[in-house]
């Protein structure tokens, strides 16, 4: 596709349940993060990937937390046993260039808003 | 740490009005500078970037340029439309020259321009 393509649009969960965020980063792309906005706030960095290995982790905010990106292309987030403090707006952008050396900046998807009830 | 202070809004102009979004920001190292802007129900778009000081960004009639001095990336632009009503954010990614790697954003600015 032309963009990044983040799914579902919104996810409303009970408490305790688990969910699964997917996004479809632009064909190619090398560089994956996933960031968490919290209403009113700016977003908040999670995890990096670069093709399938993830990196950088250290933004997650707890165990229940686990991203993957198996094949360096699409890439879900997974929240185990919600909270409702994790409602908040995920966010996936990627990049063509890799972590280290690149001109080339973010591109964000339209991200999922997940409610926990 | 890394970190990006901006000026609390929501900020309301009238159309044509000067328009003034304050940025600073703490960093380890020479940080790259953003200004990103979401729309009502859109994601995240760049709006300009520097990446070494003195630089300036500019796109759209947005400037803004990279103060060391004031550790500043003001946001500004000469006479807003309607069309500009949105948040902006300001953030940095550490590393000299690169504009990749994890952002640290501000909290963001709601623009509201009424005709």
């Known amino acids: 596709g032309a963009g990044v393509s983040q799914s579902p649009r919104y996810k409303v969960a009970k408490r305790g349940q688990d969910v699964a965020l997917r996004c479809d980063p632009i064909s190619g792309h090398v560089s994956l993060f996933w960031y968490q906005q919290a209403l009113g706030q700016g977003p908040e960095f999670l995890t990096y990937f670069q093709n399938e290995a993830q990196l950088d982790k250290s933004g997650l905010p707890s165990d229940r937390f686990f991203a993957e990106r198996p094949e360096g292309s699409v890439s879900t987030l997974k929240i185990q046993r919600t909270q409702q403090e994790d409602s908040a707006v995920y966010l996936c952008?990627?990049?063509?260039?890799?972590?280290?050396?690149?001109?080339?900046?973010?591109?964000f998807g339209d991200g999922t808003r997940l409610s926990i009830l | 740490g890394n970190s990006v202070t901006q000026m609390e809004g929501p900020v309301t102009l009238s159309e044509e009005a000067f328009l003034t979004i304050n940025c600073t920001y703490t960093?380890?190292?020479?940080?790259?500078l953003f200004w990103y802007v979401q729309y009502p129900g859109e994601g995240l778009q760049l709006l300009l970037k520097?990446?070494?000081?003195?630089d300036k960004g500019s796109n759209k009639g947005f400037e803004a340029t990279y103060r060391k001095e004031t550790t500043s990336f003001h946001l500004e632009k000469g006479s807003v439309q309607v069309s500009d009503s949105a948040v902006y954010f300001c953030?940095?990614?550490?590393?000299?020259?690169?504009?990749?790697?994890?952002?640290?954003f501000g909290r963001g600015t709601q623009l509201t321009v009424w005709p």
């Open positions: 952008a990627s990049s063509p260039g890799s972590y280290t050396h690149s001109n080339q900046p973010q591109h």
């Open positions: 520097a990446t070494k000081a003195d």
């Open positions: 960093a380890t190292g020479y940080p790259s």
């Open positions: 953030a940095l990614v550490k590393g000299r020259g690169s504009t990749l790697g994890r952002l640290y």
